[in-house]
């Protein structure tokens, strides 16, 4: 069955330190979004994109988040100065279409800011 | 804004039981709703896709139901087993085009 890759797993960084995590949606789907989980807290949506651009996003998804598709299959998150609240799973996701498709996500990648 | 409670928030129950965990949103204005599972620390599995024309879905043991109009769903698990100890969450997806989940239900079936 075709799976979302995510990387690095784990990812430990200092404050202020730019981070960027990686996805590999499915190969045909249109349609991808960033979600985070602090630990403890309910999963929220930061981001989605489709035909290379931002379509929506949360108010957590401020100036110092940017999300960008690279090539042809990478889909990156990119925190500019991280901060110790933006501790949390962080779960790529994507779907064929808006509606009648389920959402398939990746594995997450848990970043800990120190 | 779409609102997701899911209960109870944690259930605990002996192997071999049948159970039910409940979702509700506030907006029935819904595409359709997932059912995920999430083992600690680790990412979130799909179970069950539920368009919101549909009233349920069915996948070996699981059995969801949805009634949109009243803004509840049901998933249904048949003779549990230790293996199904996970959280569960449930997430509509709405006119916002994204996901609201709900904070999960942490289900314990003992051996």
Redesign the interface.
Known sequence: EPEVT?TPSHQVTQMGQEVILRCVPISNHLYF?W?RQILG?????LV?FYNNEI??K?EIFDDQFSVERPDGSNFTLKIRSTKLEDSA?Y?C?SSAD???????????T?LTVV | KQEVTQIPAALSVPEGENLVLNCSFTDSAIYNLQWFRQDPGKGLTSLLLIQSSQREQTSGRLNASLDKSSGRSTLYIAASQPGDSATYLCAVSGSARQLTFGSGTQLTVLP
């Open positions: 995510q979004y979600y807290q309910k999963v929220e949506f989605s379509s929506e949360s799973m779960f996701a808006q509606t009648h498709y389920g959402y398939t996500f990746g594995s997450g848990r």
